[in-house]
């Protein structure tokens, strides 16, 4: 309970300092960092969603003394009225640091900041978590790092959903969407949207792909 107390005491009283940052009629960017207060915001309260959800989860399954135990149905009521807002504001986020003709230093980052990165954590990062976190023998993890499972299948399903997703959209703008009209595009990302509601199941393999194609 004090945990939780605690944490929102320091987001109200980020929210309150940062609200004060906002701009009052239009969005202002600082002439020196060249940055948006308003999407540095919207960043900052989104991470805090996360941040905050994953708590949540946690304390669902170990908490054993605070206000929260047994109470399995509201945390996760919350987490879903949370989800509610979270996942589409990070896709709106992402859209928008998207935005910009795909140059070949874009294409150059693209795969420096987000392919490696995101290859590292699946078959790098996550075997020796396991290790740490979850007890899976170190020999084990050292060996799905030596010998990794190149499987799109395994890939998917180790992947963070939104890692995954992130890397697909951004594929698709280089590979699909900056190559066809805007028009086009709009109606053609509509349509897969729809469509993805439509198709998978309940695999760890559609879990990352099937979320990543609905947004």
Not at 85 to 101: D, E, K, R, T
Request: aromatic residues 14%; contains cysteine.
């Amino acid at each position: 309970c004090g945990v939780t107390a605690l944490l929102g005491v320091v987001g109200a009283v980020g929210c309150w300092r940062e609200w004060g940052k906002l701009p009052s009629v239009e969005v202002r960017v600082s002439r020196e960092a060249g940055r948006s207060y308003l999407l540095d915001n919207v960043k900052w309260f989104a991470q805090l969603l996360v941040v905050y959800g994953h708590l949540l989860s946690v304390l669902d399954d170990y908490d054993t003394s605070t206000w929260l135990k047994g109470e399995d149905q509201f945390v996760h009521s919350v987490k879903d009225g949370m989800d509610v807002v979270l996942n589409p504001l990070f896709c709106v986020i992402s859209g928008v640091l998207s935005q910009g003709a795909p140059t070949e230093g874009r294409l150059r980052r693209f795969v420096q900041f987000l392919v490696i990165p995101t290859l590292m954590v699946v078959y790098v990062v996550k075997p020796l978590c396991n290790s740490i976190f979850w007890e899976v023998p170190l020999s084990e993890s050292l060996e799905n790092i030596l010998t990794p499972r190149l499987s799109p299948e395994y890939f998917a399903a180790s992947c963070p959903w939104y890692l995954l997703s992130l890397v697909t959209w951004r594929a698709l703008v280089y590979l699909v969407w900056a190559q066809i009209r805007p028009e086009m595009a709009f109606v053609a990302m509509v349509a897969l949207s729809c469509a993805a509601g439509y198709v998978g199941g309940t695999s760890p393999y559609y879990y990352g792909a099937g979320w990543g194609a609905v947004f």
